[in-house]
């Protein structure tokens, strides 16, 4: 099993990415299909639900003791949605585009930098291949930066500890497909949003209980006939895991399921895969991002 899992995620580091669209306005779009194409007959190891579960706008999670940050934030996002930068930057991941690598400085006191606090395991937005930053939001930092005649300085750390980096003070920015959430204001300032998102299902390839469904109701009302026997993986500290346990503030009901807490959304569908878990919920992005790399080896 451990053999298969560097493989698996050996393959995923090094995939093309070509996701569905390429929209601030929008989610991943495309970002699953219930079946494969009717002509073809490559069997696919695991698929995307093509359901939306939730909506979520991410933002940049700003210092609160920053407000002038926070405004040339607003400014900048406002600035990249109309001159096309934004577009541009996400048609690289989500159509024909070349990713352009990122690098971060050293961090550095003396210096006038700007520090982001990111978890580089959320493909398309955040990834590393070797010491190089890839992605969305790794690119958008870079424009930033440069906007703002500061060096850049990047951070990779878990998922859980972007905002509490933020609101410590230890970085200016957090940068991480990272949803707007009332609970998280207690750490960072958001900025205006720049990318719609939602929540999607993974299930195996030759799973066919979801693949009448329509709509979230639909495939939520599957998911709560489910017990504790059921397995759900999910990226720790992401709306996927809130959406399974529980979520007042995002009125998520919660399933009566087992939910299991991965480091990235990549280790949740390799177990998935291995027989490990029934089914994972994670951001629409990733997940045809990931699902793609996957049946790649197939």
Known sequence: MKKLLAMGLAVIMTAVTVCGCGSS??????????????????????????????????????????PELLKAANEFIKEIQQN????????????????????????????????????????????????DYYGIDMEVAAAFAEKLGKELVIQNMDFDAVCLSVGQHKSDVAMAGLTIKESRKKYVEFSDSYYSASQRLIVK??????????????????????????????????????????????????????????????????????????????????AKCITDAMNKMQ
Not at 92 to 112: C, H, I, M, R
Not at 238 to 262: H, P, R, S
């Open 205 to 286: 390839g030759d799973n066919t209980e979801f693949d009448a469904c329509k709509d979230a109701a639909s495939v939520e009302k599957i998911l709560k006939t489910k017990d504790k026997s059921v397995k759900i993986g999910v990226q720790n500290g992401t709306t996927g895991k809130q959406y399974c346990e529980g979520d007042k503030e995002m009125e998520f009901a919660g399933l009566n399921v087992t939910t299991i807490g991965y480091k990235n959304g990549s280790l949740a569908v390799q177990d998935l895969m291995n027989g490990n878990l029934d089914y994972v919920i994670i951001d629409a992005a990733p």
């Open 25 to 66: 306005d929008n989610t991943a779009g495309d970002a699953g299909n219930n079946n494969a194409d009717s002509g073809s007959e490559v069997k696919q190891a695991v698929k995307v639900i093509d359901v939306d579960l939730t909506d979520e706008k991410y933002a940049f999670g700003v210092d609160k003791d920053k």
């Open 84 to 131: 096309g930068k934004f577009d541009e930057i996400c048609n690289k991941y989500f159509s024909n585009g070349e990713p352009t690598a990122v690098q971060s400085a050293e961090l550095d006191s003396s210096k006038d930098q700007l520090v982001v606090a990111t978890n580089a395991s959320f493909e398309p937005f955040e990834y590393t291949k070797g010491k």
